[in-house]
């Protein structure tokens, strides 16, 4: 065994040095959320009369799936609050950034090459998931950390602001598991992140619908690692052995990638590979063929987890409707009636959606990356191909499937809704909303056509503006952001339906404006910069 793990500390001081960047970047963005939003949070709520009308609504079927099993909601004080409503959102911030990392590490560094260069070596053929579950570790610590003090710096309890921290903290190292897992099991690094995000997806559904089907939580609501966390009911009643499962599977996950790892060939991995045709077919010989087939599997991912979570807000819309008359009578006032809830509702969940579908653009374009460093853009650019025709196919693509990703689960959240819930012109409504996100989507998509020409290197703040607009939009409303910060994000310009408001068009024309000039730009770039390039 000591022999397997030669080499180890000389990997993870490669993991740091490699991640002394992305690393800070991931603990600021969660210290900066987690502290500024329950600063702001304190401030807009700031009487208890007033969270307790924040709590009838988060003990809405919506506010849990979106937040958490409403431990505290009879007494909903500034630590019940964050724990309910911010504890979902960072978990699966935390746990992409531990899929990311682990695949980062092992899968991705077999696939480049670099690991039968390091084998080839005194290194061991259990050494770079080993530094790769050491570096886990250290950055669920340091997670833990920054959780904990944001938590203080809202003078709420040491040890229930330690307690969320660990919770948080132990999310890192049981998805970081199953990227481990996962890793041994695909042959490929964009695969191996497929898998992970399917199961971050399925925790995510799992721990909804179990708390939703009874308050606190149900039996299925325990299969779901995420409501381990939420179990802690942190700043209501601590308890701390809803942490031990999580302890308990990142050791079981990460012996199991071991294990497996000892079980296949490098550069291999577990499951089957389909074998490919003799001979290509035609529409492999242009840029959009050649991209839909390599991201097809990736694109269907991402339809099969939009239209199933379309799926569950429409079957979620007729509780809303019911649960309208809880509500003290100047909120029902405010909202205009339970059809203007179910509105608004609906277009919470167009805003989800489209979120999803954003960030499904960026991933496709983000594709381009690796297409250079695998040296695939090399080889096309090689044949008679201009490279605008190349960078407009991808950029083609990533519009195109993602504007038909969102629209097919809006026609499913329509379908849905109309379904269990009687509600005038429903489909009509929804599809010119998506309409007016497709100018939104078609910027996100050149922003990052031009990150990537700019700099492949770089291609990773294409999603900068995603997470801004993600914020802005679904946090935005909790964060009382200013208005001039809301109208900076495109889209805060579609239209509404809890409002009746048509999309702004002087703000669209603007939106597509700046989308055309930055896909321009991105071209210009690309024509003067050499391949691959830094």
Known sequence: MTRELHGTAALLRLALKRDRIRLPVWLIAVGLLLAGGG??????????????????????????????????LDDYTVGAMMANEYTLFIVVAVAIMALQMAVRHTRGEESAGRIELLRSTRVGRHAAPAAATLMLIITAALIMVVCAGSMLTLELPVRDSVAYGAGI????????????????????????????????????????VGDIMEMHGSWISWFSPIAWAMQ???FVELRWWPLLPAVGLSLVLTLAAMTLQSRRDLDAGLLPQRSGRAHAVGYLR????????????????WLIALVLLAVTYGTLAPSMRDSFGDLPPSYQALMGGSDRAVQGYLDLAMTTLACGAAALAVALVSRLHGE??????????????????????????ALIVSATVLFLSTLVLAATTDAVLTLDSVYSDLLLTWATYLPSLALLTSIAALVYALSPRLTVLGWVPVLFVVVIAILGPLLNVPSWLADLSP????????????????????????????????FAAFRRRDVPGR
């Open 232 to 234: 802690t009911r942190a």
């Open 169 to 208: 903290g132990l999310q890192v190292l049981v998805f970081g598991a199953v990227g481990l897992l996962c890793a041994q099991l695909s042959s490929t690094p964009r695969g191996a992140m497929g898998l992970g995000l399917a199961v971050l997806g399925a925790a995510v559904v799992v721990r909804g």
């Open 372 to 397: 250079e460093t695998e040296t695939r853009t090399e080889l096309v650019l090689s044949l008679p191909i201009a490279r605008m025709r190349w960078l407009l196919g991808w950029w083609a693509l």
């Open 491 to 522: 889209f805060h310009h579609v239209a509404r339906l809890a409002t009746d408001s048509v999309a702004d068009a002087a703000a669209l024309t603007w939106v597509t404006t700046a989308a055309l000039l930055a896909v321009a730009l991105a």
């Open 286 to 301: 242009g840029p959009l063929g050649l991209g839909l087939r390599l991201t097809r599997t990736s694109s269907l991912t």
């Open 39 to 72: 600063q702001e949070l304190a401030q807009v709520f700031s009487s208890p009369a007033e969270r307790q009308v924040r709590a009838t609504l988060m003990g809405q079927p919506s506010g849990i799936f979106l937040g958490g099993p409403g431990y505290g």
